[in-house]
Nanobody, 127 residues
Framework: HVQLVESGGGSVQTGGSLRVPCAASGHPDGTYCVGWFRQAPGKAREGVAV????????IYAESVKGRFAISQDSARNTVHLQMSSLHPEDTAMYYC?????????????????????WGQGTQVTVS
């Protein structure tokens, strides 16, 4: 079965950087879409970035464009989220998610219901 494991979260000062990896296992051969989402206390879960493992297409939320970068390391089945110029508003639990439906990676609206597989999350705190 599919497993996603996030790591690398922690505390960082405003303006700092952090890279969080998502290690994936159990995906059948083929293309899939991997996304990073975040949820702050009292707020709804929101999409941050997605990447298609086949085409490499990436979509970013407006709030993180120019500051965050999503990338894949196919050899290690890992998707990274590099976060720079962090603000306190970026404080949240960050989740990795995936779906076999590669078309989801072409939808800029980050529909959480389209992602059946989720990791346990990693906390990022910016102060």
């Amino acid at each position: 079965h599919v497993q996603l494991v996030e790591s690398g979260g922690g505390s960082v000062q405003t303006g700092g950087s952090l890279r969080v990896p998502c290690a994936a296992s159990g995906h059948p051969d083929g293309t899939y879409c991997v996304g990073w989402f975040r949820q702050a206390p009292g707020k709804a879960r929101e999409g941050v970035a997605v990447i298609s493992t086949a085409s490499g297409k990436k979509i970013y939320a407006e709030s993180v464009k120019g500051r965050f970068a999503i990338s894949q390391d196919s050899a290690r089945n890992t998707v990274h989220l590099q976060m720079s110029s962090l603000h306190p508003e970026d404080t949240a639990m960050y989740y990795c998610a995936s779906t076999r439906a590669a078309v989801v990676c072409y939808n800029p609206h980050f529909v959480t219901e389209k992602f059946p597989f989720w990791g346990q999350g990693t906390q990022v705190t910016v102060s």
